[in-house]
């Protein structure tokens, strides 16, 4: 049987981690307000830039190297980049987890995908597998604080390396809030643009059935040159907004297991303490009893 | 009343104008562009600049980023950056950013720094003309 002082220092450890657990969940909530805020604030033009895009292509049959249709590449020579939203620090839960899992079963072994990172987790992980893929180093931001500059940076660079042949597929992995309680990890892509893109965009249903075919002014390339950047950025945007609603979600429930699991140990440490005392205390009430009949028999 | 057409003008942060608009000039990217009901449906990249609608006969401005408009049928939806009617602008900082702006374009560091400064010099630009109009009014 462990010692009382033993089961005493663990109740005290115990405790000090609870009192920080407990900080990090009220943390974690306020945090998760603010968050939630801008979420409901920059939703109206997220789910509208999906489903706009979507409304433009299903009107659009002309060739341009943003849409998919036209070249095909073989599988094993398409170049993929991923933008990769984690959170920069850890207990948080499967958050970071779920987010790295996704990624990684897309990555094929042969380093031909690129990865951009936007929070410290991601990264770190990575940087240990060189060989899974290449790394854009430049391009590593925190995911705290989401701001469009950094969406407007990350967004200029991959267009411009879509725009090159240098990558042939963007994709931006980062976690969704489902509901207000739940949150999934998710892929979409970003180029090539295919009508295909947004399966979960609400389509307008009226104008889905009504053909007709989308003019650009002055001319498609000059449009698409314009809005191709602008879509890919406003979609970063709003995809690190998401994620970071989704962490601090994530943390707070993480911190709030945490805190409760410590309160149970606590409570089971503080039983076995009683018992243990109460043991040493009857142990050495027997010794005094027996004694003192020794004394008495003599 | 004239016919009006339903607009939709989203930014980044929030709805910025959700309903009915009789006439709306965009800047889009070879100069202004006008839209009223019954446009042909139409795809248009927004350049940073001043927007104008009407409704009811009474004119309202903003000055907004880059970004997209898609003309259908029955609606018109601007997606940009940021849209700010004249009251919410801050005139001090958007005279900042036009000087720091034109300062890197004198720098000419490189063809992507230079592009960066255009951009904001153009967003502060908007933003001056569309906050000042207010003032001399």
Do not use: W
Not at chain 1, 141 to 164: F, G, H, T
């Amino acid at each position: 049987m462990e010692s009382m002082r033993e089961i005493r220092n663990r109740m005290i450890s115990v405790r000090k981690t609870m009192k920080i657990t407990n900080a990090m969940y009220l943390m974690a909530s306020s945090e998760m307000k603010k968050a939630r805020k801008r979420l409901a604030a920059s939703e109206p033009y997220f789910f509208k830039l999906q489903s706009t895009i979507n409304d433009i292509l299903n009107h659009t049959h002309i060739q341009n190297i943003y849409f998919a249709n036209g070249k095909t590449i073989p599988e094993e020579e398409i170049k993929r980049g991923y933008i990769v939203i984690t959170s920069d620090r850890g207990l948080a839960g499967a958050y970071n987890h779920n987010v790295i899992k996704l990624c990684e079963e897309r990555l094929r072994k042969n380093s031909l995908d690129k990865l951009y990172f936007i929070g410290q987790s991601g990264y770190n992980h990575f940087k240990r597998k060189p060989d899974l893929a290449e790394i854009e180093k430049e391009h590593n931001y925190a995911a705290v604080k989401p701001n469009l500059y950094r969406a407007r940076s990350i967004a200029e660079s991959v267009v411009d390396e879509y725009r090159r042949g240098n990558l042939n597929e963007i994709y931006v992995v980062y976690t969704k809030m489902k509901s207000a309680l739940l949150a999934e990890a998710e892929m979409i892509k970003l180029l090539p643009m295919s009508a295909d893109m947004f399966p979960g965009a609400d389509l307008t249903s009226s104008e889905q059935s009504s053909e007709y075919e989308e003019l650009y002014e002055p001319s498609p390339r000059a449009v698409l040159d314009n809005i191709v950047p602008n879509y890919v950025k406003g979609l970063i945007y709003g995809a690190m907004i998401e994620a970071y609603a989704s962490e601090q979600n994530a943390r707070m429930t993480a911190m709030d297991n945490a805190t409760k699991n410590a309160g149970e140990l606590v409570e089971k440490l503080s039983l076995l303490y009683n018992r243990i005392r109460q043991a040493a205390i009857t142990t050495e009430l027997a010794e005094v009893i027996g004694g003192a009949n020794a004394l008495e028999e003599q | 009343m004239a016919r009006t057409f339903r607009l939709e003008l989203l930014a980044t942060d929030r709805v910025f104008y959700n309903g009915p608009c009789e006439l709306l000039v965009i800047p889009a990217i070879d100069g202004e562009y006008g839209v009223m009901a019954g446009h042909e449906p139409v795809v248009l990249a927004l350049k940073a600049g001043e927007l104008r609608y009407t409704i009811d006969g009474k004119t309202e401005e903003a000055a907004v980023g880059d970004g997209l408009v898609e003309v259908t049928g029955e609606r018109v939806t601007v997606l940009t950056d940021f849209a700010e009617r004249a009251d919410e602008i801050d005139l001090i900082r958007a005279q900042a950013a036009k000087a720091r702006a034109e300062e890197r374009i004198k720098a000419r560091k490189d063809a992507a720094s230079v592009a960066h400064a255009q951009a904001a010099l153009s967003r502060a630009i908007a933003r001056i003309r569309v906050s000042s109009r207010v003032v001399n009014k």
